[in-house]
Structure formats: structure tokens, C-alpha cells
T-cell receptor
Framework: DAGITQSPRHKVTETGTPVTLRCHQT?????MYWYRQDPGHGLRLIHY???????DKGEVSDGYSVSRSKTEDFLLTLESATSSQTSVYFC?????????????FGPGTRLTVT | AQKITQTQPGMFVQEKEAVTLDCTYD???????LFWYKQPSSGEMIFLIY??????QNATEGRYSLNFQKARKSANLVISASQLGDSAMYFC???????????FGAGTTVTVRA
């Protein structure tokens, strides 16, 4: 158990509304990541963080923003949700960003945008 | 360009038999790592095995082994003595470059038959 929780676990929202997903870790890992999972695409990186207030974009960052004001929390915000953002969102942590730095995943959040 | 390719969308295997899941990758970075994850129907992502680009020997973890062929840029997962609980989606991933972000393949669904 890597001590990662995500909230909410399920959410249904309407197009155009803002949505914030929370990832919380208890083990003080430096690196945190947000992915989305869609059929046929595997997991794709949205944003990641390499420290408090240090974040960078991933492969599919358009329409998303993130914040990390403390080590244990990494927030993903959809500024104005669209139906194309219906997906399962996973948070992951890693102790290091090196070749042996496997990532451990949270349980996921299923988001539906209607 | 696709960094990770998994060409088998689905496979069936008989209980107690071995199964090989294909994964090819593309990177120009001499330092990289290869990972396999399992995602059962419950949805969580479970880390299985890791292989570093400089590792001389193939990685093994219990019934999982990684057949690493560097010149061919392949990192196939072998599951020996399949069990019903091995039925799941399996993802190959690679970490390389700055901050070692992971790129995932589209996944292979394995169904183990009794």
C-alpha cells in the first residue's frame, strides 16, 4: 500500500462546470503525477509535480491545471469540463525520477461529463 | 511518435500454461527503464516488474519475467503457470528523459481459462 488516496472516487458533472480532483499521499514522496485512462490509449500523462509549487505539463495537458501547495496534496482542476474529459483519472507517486523509479498508483477517479 | 507498442489487444491462455505479452519501445535516450503493470477488473494499477536499460540480466519477480532484447527494443512479459487471478489488462510502460515521465502502451487483455 503506497498510501495514496483520491477524492472523489466517482463524479458526474455538467459541461462547462469546473471540477477539482484531489490526490493525497502519506509518505512524503517528491514526485506526483496525474494520468487519464481511455480505451485504446492506455494511460496518458496530464501533469506532474517534482516538488511543492513545481509542476510541469505532460502529453495531454490542454484544459487541465494543477497545483501543489504542500507535499502531500496534488490537485487537478478541469477549468471548464467538456465531454472529451470523461475518463478515469489516476494519480501516481514516485520516490525518484530515475530509471529505477517505479510509480505507484492511487485507486482512480471515474469522471463523467454530461 | 508512439513510444510503446503493444500489438496484442487480447489473449486467451489455459490455466497452468505460460503466456508471453509483447512490448516494443522507441527511445533515443541510452538510459531508460521498462515497467509492466497489471490492471484487474477492479481497476487498480499494480506494479509487477522493472528492467533498467543497463541491466545485464533479465528481471524476474516470482512468476513474472521480462524478456529484454535491447537491440530489438523489445521488453516482453512472460507469465509462467497462469492462474485464474492473472486475468487482467497488462500495460507496458517506459520511463526516459528529463523527470523520467512514463509512457504507456495501449494494453493487452489476458483471459485465463480453467
Amino acid at each position: 500500500d503506497a498510501g495514496i488516496t483520491q477524492s472523489p472516487r466517482h463524479k458526474v458533472t455538467e459541461t462547462g462546470t469546473p471540477v477539482t480532483l484531489r490526490c493525497h499521499q502519506t509518505e512524503n514522496h517528491r514526485y506526483m503525477y496525474w494520468y487519464r485512462q481511455d480505451p485504446g490509449h492506455g494511460l496518458r500523462l496530464i501533469h506532474y509535480s517534482y516538488g511543492v509549487k513545481d509542476t510541469d505539463k505532460g502529453e495531454v495537458s490542454d484544459g487541465y491545471s494543477v497545483s501543489r501547495s504542500k507535499t502531500e496534496d496534488f490537485l487537478l482542476t478541469l477549468e471548464s469540463a467538456t465531454s472529451s474529459q470523461t475518463s478515469v483519472y489516476f494519480c501516481a507517486i514516485s520516490m525518484k525520477a530515475e530509471i529505477s523509479g517505479e510509480q505507484y498508483f492511487g485507486p482512480g477517479t471515474r469522471l463523467t461529463v454530461t | 511518435a508512439q513510444k510503446i507498442t503493444q500489438t496484442q489487444p487480447g489473449m486467451f491462455v489455459q490455466e497452468k500454461e505460460a503466456v508471453t505479452l509483447d512490448c516494443t519501445y522507441d527511445t533515443s535516450d541510452p538510459s531508460y527503464g521498462l515497467f509492466w503493470y497489471k490492471q484487474p477488473s477492479s481497476g487498480e494499477m499494480i506494479f509487477l516488474i522493472y528492467q533498467g536499460s543497463y541491466d545485464q540480466q533479465n528481471a524476474t519477480e516470482g512468476r513474472y519475467s521480462l524478456n529484454f532484447q535491447k537491440a530489438r527494443k523489445s521488453a516482453n512479459l512472460v507469465i509462467s503457470a497462469s492462474q485464474l487471478g492473472d486475468s487482467a489488462m497488462y500495460f507496458c510502460a517506459m520511463g526516459d528523459g528529463n523527470d523520467y515521465k512514463l509512457s504507456f502502451g495501449a494494453g493487452t487483455t489476458v483471459t485465463v481459462r480453467a
